[in-house]
């Protein structure tokens, strides 16, 4: 039985690879174009975590094409590791804090702020 988690994942794999394809095409669209190191190596990352999945499920062949085509955007990313995000380790936002910062008091003499 599949935990949720891992479902989701896999799904959520499953979708960024079909949103960048159809952005990918779009772009290129009557254009000729090539894909950027950061693009390679975005689909190098789903494609292996594709792979890796199914090949812990036992789905050799699936897991062979799938990171063949990792393989095919490993050289063009320029990269030596996966793409690396800074946000992992940031702590949840506070709630929002409203505050009236309006003065209520009103001088007659000008402001000297100049």
């Given at each position: 039985m599949k935990s949720g988690d891992e479902r989701e994942s896999v799904s959520r794999l499953r979708a960024d690879l079909v949103t960048a394809k159809i952005l990918v095409w779009v772009a290129r669209a009557?254009?000729?174009?090539?894909?950027?190191?950061?693009?390679?190596?975005?689909?190098?990352?789903?494609?292996?975590?594709?792979?890796?999945?199914?090949?812990?499920?036992?789905?050799?062949?699936?897991?062979?094409?799938?990171?063949?085509k990792a393989d095919e955007?490993?050289?063009?990313?320029?990269?030596?590791?996966?793409?690396?995000?800074?946000?992992?380790?940031?702590p949840r936002p506070r709630a929002w804090l409203v505050t009236e910062a309006v003065s209520r008091e009103h001088s007659r003499e000008p402001d000297d702020a100049a």
């Open positions: 009557g254009q000729d174009a090539e894909l950027t190191p950061e693009a390679h190596l975005y689909f190098f990352d789903r494609y292996q975590r594709l792979a890796n999945h199914h090949r812990r499920r036992g789905h050799e062949a699936q897991a062979e094409r799938l990171q063949a955007h490993a050289p063009s990313g320029g990269g030596t590791g996966p793409p690396y995000t800074a946000a992992m380790g940031m």
